[in-house]
């Protein structure tokens, strides 16, 4: 079975700084995605980026970008230039690219950032 | 385009009574997932349906907790004879096709069993 873990329970950032978020997984696949979701107080689940284990290039949206590292099975966000409303509890998710699995995701536990003005 | 429905957004129940939690997809949507999040946790996978059919049930407790949905209408996730445990905020998420790798949430519902 696959496993995520996030080893940061919390992490903060001042305004306008950059922070980086950890994740690593446990997988024997080699197709697979990968997601970092963002959830404010509001509770809604959002999509920040995702990234294809068969793309080599690091996926990026706007100030937002991952750190992909196959071999090593890490995952880690980058925000850069943070602002106030990136403040909200993060996490890591995986999703087998096997058909066979369905679209379920597993996810990590979470990292809450807090951004400082 | 509406995104997808949950409802109720908060549930309160007693112990032994039966808690009913529904998802309406996103338009066009015929996959559904539920996901529990117990306070301080991350999310985790309970069932995975299509159009009257259970596709994945793994995540599911054994006792308790049923799924459905049915070809009209909302998705239905039932726990009978709730306990404090059962506390928790459960999610919906639905996709356009088994296949499809991005999967849109709900807000959940936050169910307190008191």
């Known amino acids: 079975a696959q496993t995520v873990t996030q080893s940061q329970p919390e992490m903060s950032v001042q305004e306008a700084e950059t922070v980086t978020l950890s994740c690593t997984y446990d997988?024997?696949?080699?197709?697979?995605?990968l997601f970092w979701y963002k959830q404010p107080p509001s509770r809604q689940m959002i999509l920040v980026i995702r990234?294809?284990?068969?793309?080599?290039q690091n996926a990026t949206e706007n100030r937002f970008s991952v750190n992909f590292q196959k071999a090593a099975k890490s995952f880690s966000l980058k925000i850069s230039d943070s602002q106030l409303g990136d403040a909200a509890m993060y996490f890591c998710?995986?999703?087998?690219?096997?058909?066979?699995?369905?679209?379920?995701?597993?996810f990590g536990q979470g990292t809450i950032l807090t951004v400082h003005p | 385009n509406a995104g997808v429905m949950q409802n109720p957004r908060h549930l309160v129940r007693r112990r032994g009574q039966e808690a009913r939690l529904r998802c309406s997809p996103m338009?066009?949507?015929?996959?559904v997932y539920w996901y529990r999040q117990l306070p301080e946790e991350g999310l985790k996978f309970m069932v995975y349906l299509q159009k009257e059919n259970i596709i994945d049930e793994s995540g599911m407790p054994k006792e308790r907790f049923s799924a459905e949905f049915p070809k009209e209408g909302p998705s239905i996730l039932r726990i009978q004879q709730v306990v404090r445990g059962d506390s928790a905020a459960y999610f919906c998420?639905?996709?356009?096709?088994?296949?499809?790798?991005?999967?849109?949430f709900g807000q959940g519902t936050r169910l307190t069993v008191v």
């Open positions: 990234q294809e284990a068969y793309k080599q």
């Open positions: 998710a995986y999703r087998s690219g096997n058909p066979k699995a369905g679209g379920k995701l597993t």
């Open positions: 997988t024997s696949e080699s197709d697979y995605y």
């Open positions: 338009k066009g949507h015929s996959h």
């Open positions: 998420a639905s996709s356009p096709w088994g296949g499809s790798t991005e999967a849109f």
